[in-house]
């Protein structure tokens, strides 16, 4: 399967990255879009990374790989987008806002510990 056969985007929502893709079998059929929510804090990692050379590529791994088990070519819980030339500059933006979001999640989940630590007798 190429690259010109799986077409998909990134939308970062307030609770959660939404993945959404679709995949074209033949010359002119489309499969129906598919779309995975995944929670900022499920998120292992994003990392943004490309030159002049190379491909601009956003990889996003999380910590729920069978959320990702429908994604063609995900490697254990890790998908890695190739980035158009036109959407290069949001790329850059989206892995600074999964990361500040997943700090969020995780500071979120730490004060839920702590109160439940404080209620215990």
Not at 28 to 33: H, N, Q, V
Request: charged share 35%; aromatic share 10%.
């Amino acid at each position: 399967m190429g690259y010109n056969h799986v077409v998909g985007k990134l939308y970062c929502g307030r609770d959660y990255a939404e993945l959404q893709f679709k995949v074209r079998d033949r010359a002119f059929k489309e499969t129906e879009p598919k779309v995975v929510r995944i929670k900022y804090g499920e998120v292992e990692s994003v990392d943004y990374s490309g030159g002049w050379f190379r491909p601009s590529v956003l990889i996003l791994a999380t910590r729920s790989p069978e959320k990702l088990s429908e994604f063609p070519g995900v490697h254990v819980g890790r998908i890695e987008f190739q980035v158009i030339r036109g959407s290069r500059s949001e790329a850059k933006k989206v892995e600074a806002l999964i990361r500040f979001k997943q700090s969020e999640a995780f500071l979120a989940e730490s004060e839920e510990r702590l109160q439940e630590k404080r209620s215990e007798p």
